[in-house]
């Protein structure tokens, strides 16, 4: 089976950096995506990880570490858009996604 | 370019009818997913096609879904006869042929409430 695991909800000041962390647990592994979705929109890719390591793309970096079935998105310079859902999937062997419930970011001022 | 298109973006149906949603995908994307999820749960996996075929169902909740995908473009997942635990988001994803490092493009979804 798949089990994945991250914090529910994270609250950041805006300009701070935040770190969000998770787990998983999958039959098979690929690589692992982060994924950004908004209320009420499509969740929209923001990093694939294959190898262990850090991945910096702007603001946002992932890492990822294949051993512990660990990784994490770090987002820097905190903006107010960045309030939104974060999701973590693992991408089994068949090239599916499985997914977490999301962590909720809040950035207040 | 345009992106995974999905419609209706709502539909409001009462218990025991059918519905029929349908996912536009992108232009020359083999793989073809179907999520779904249900309110306060995570996105589940439904179903995946490679063009016409589905490469794997194991997420299909029960023999009241059925996806196709005829001739490889759009596909379609249907609901009959839909239950009260049908309502959810349902999402149509899209990546081209290969391991599909370069990412998964998500359609907005569609909102499914059963009443």
Sequence with gaps: ?109 | EAGVTQFPSHSVIEKGQTVTLRCDPISGHDNLYWYRRVMGKEIKFLLHFVKESKQDESGMPNNRFLAERTGGTYSTLKVQPAELEDSGVYFCASSPPGTGRYGYTFGSGTRLTVV
């Design chain 1, 1 to 109: 089976g798949q089990n994945i695991d991250q914090p529910t909800e994270m609250t950041a000041t805006e300009g701070a950096i935040v770190q969000i962390n998770c787990t998983y647990q999958t039959s098979g592994f690929n690589g692992l995506f982060w994924y950004q979705q908004h209320a009420g929109e499509a969740p929209t890719f923001l990093s694939y990880n294959v190898l262990d390591g850090l991945e910096e793309k702007g603001r946002f970096s992932s890492f990822l570490s294949r051993s512990k079935g660990y990784s994490y998105l770090l987002l820097k310079e905190l903006q107010m858009k960045d309030s939104a859902s974060y999701l973590c999937a693992p991408q089994t062997g068949a090239n599916n996604l499985f997914f977490g419930t999301g962590t909720r970011l809040t950035v207040i001022p």
